[in-house]
């Protein structure tokens, strides 16, 4: 039995945890320890990710990316507060309402930007439109950037810095949700810090389980001790409080040792990036957006898309387009994958 579907670029969600994290949490089994987060695992995290980002980092660990978004929304929004996202951010077409619904009701207001981001100037201009009527406006309060983008997109260090400019300038959190964070490091061949706490990121996303983890997430605080409490409140609150987190805590440990994640996330952005030149070298397919990670979106026709499917490729046909699916390569896409995948777009 196969331990993954060989020819699955549906998402990086369905790949298999890797060797390294599994043995993370095998050694981690061995014998009790304390519960909800108070375990020795637990207590690595935040000297760990200090010492990784280069500055004091507040981790609070979790098992889902929703619900990391949602935490860090929720504890600097209040519920006649808006946060500012772009028009595809999975916190506004993915997660069923749950920042809303943490939040109390907070809005999310939609940024329009060409290849999944929006720039500093759209997001004042949308501030300016949704703002002006005293009481009767929501309050805009934070600004959520994901990165990579869900168009398989990155933001440059300058790009995050201007647009925490604008954000800071009206007294709005500054939140970036990182399923694919280490994707976007690797591409960007920078450190995390460049793109986070130096550019004006103040709370992070920090997403693992789909490079390699198995529900290991994190919430990363930078210089936001006041958010703290709120959030691990809101941690317990929405019962995700997990009384055996050294599970998690000991995976995210594994995964940022040693480079790890970066070296799953830069396997996974070189298939992509084989795969986006046989695209670009085919007569009739062609790229929707520039290849700048692990997903790559594809036009082409519907006789075109079945070909593939026929051929044992599987792949998601993105909702609402019959000329546009997704392809997204894992830690674990094997070379030889991707190949058959290659040949199997230019029969």
């Known amino acids: 039995m196969?331990?993954?579907?060989?020819?699955?670029?549906?998402?990086?969600?369905?790949?298999?945890?890797?060797?390294?994290?599994?043995?993370?949490?095998?050694?981690?089994?061995?014998?009790?320890?304390?519960?909800?987060?108070?375990d020795e695992w637990s207590a690595r995290l935040d000297d760990a990710f200090s010492e990784?980002?280069?500055?004091?980092?507040?981790?609070?660990?979790?098992?889902?990316?929703?619900?990391?978004?949602?935490?860090?929304?929720?504890?600097?929004?209040?519920?006649?507060?808006?946060?500012?996202?772009?028009?595809?951010?999975?916190?506004?077409?993915?997660?069923?309402?749950?920042?809303?619904?943490?939040?109390?009701?907070?809005?999310?207001?939609?940024?329009?930007?060409?290849?999944?981001?929006?720039?500093?100037?759209?997001?004042?201009?949308?501030?300016?439109?949704?703002?002006?009527?005293?009481?009767?406006?929501?309050?805009?309060?934070?600004?959520?950037?994901?990165?990579?983008?869900?168009?398989?997109?990155?933001y440059s260090a300058a790009e995050i810095a201007a647009i925490c400019d604008t954000a800071r300038q009206r007294d709005m959190a500054i939140h970036m949700d990182g399923a694919r964070f280490g994707n976007a490091v690797a591409s960007l061949d920078c450190s995390p810090a460049e793109i986070t706490w130096k550019a004006g990121v103040e709370m992070l996303s920090f997403g693992a389980s789909k490079n390699g983890c198995m529900a290991a997430e994190a919430l990363l605080l930078f210089g936001r001790s006041d958010v703290k409490d709120t959030a691990e409140r809101l941690r317990k609150r929405s019962g995700h409080l997990l009384s055996k987190m050294r599970y998690v805590s000991a995976q995210l440990l594994a995964y940022i040792k040693d480079g790890l994640w970066l070296e799953m996330a830069m396997h996974s952005n070189e298939q992509a990036?084989?795969?986006?030149?046989?695209?670009?070298?085919?007569?009739?397919?062609?790229?929707?957006?520039?290849?700048?990670?692990?997903?790559?979106?594809?036009?082409?026709?519907?006789?075109?898309?079945?070909?593939?499917?026929?051929?044992?490729?599987?792949?998601?046909?993105?909702?609402?387009?019959?000329?546009?699916?997704?392809f997204v390569f894992s830690h674990c896409t094997e070379e030889s994958a991707t190949v058959r995948l290659c040949e199997a777009l230019a029969d």
């Open 2 to 38: 196969k331990r993954y579907l060989e020819l699955n670029f549906r998402s990086d969600n369905e790949s298999p945890a890797a060797d390294a994290i599994m043995q993370a949490v095998v050694e981690a089994n061995l014998g009790t320890a304390w519960a909800y987060a108070d």
């Open 52 to 154: 990784l980002f280069g500055t004091p980092t507040t981790v609070i660990p979790v098992s889902t990316g929703t619900i990391a978004n949602s935490i860090a929304l929720a504890a600097v929004t209040p519920p006649w507060g808006s946060v500012y996202c772009h028009r595809n951010a999975h916190i506004l077409n993915d997660e069923s309402g749950a920042p809303e619904f943490l939040g109390n009701g907070l809005r999310l207001v939609p940024v329009d930007g060409p290849g999944g981001k929006f720039n500093a100037a759209d997001l004042d201009r949308m501030v300016h439109a949704n703002t002006g009527h005293g009481v009767h406006s929501y309050q805009p309060a934070a600004v959520s950037l994901t990165q990579s983008t869900e168009s398989g997109t990155v």
């Open 273 to 326: 990036a084989v795969f986006a030149a046989a695209v670009d070298a085919h007569p009739e397919a062609c790229l929707e957006y520039p290849v700048e990670a692990n997903e790559v979106f594809v036009q082409w026709t519907v006789e075109g898309f079945q070909r593939l499917e026929d051929a044992g490729i599987e792949f998601l046909h993105w909702p609402g387009r019959d000329d546009l699916a997704r």
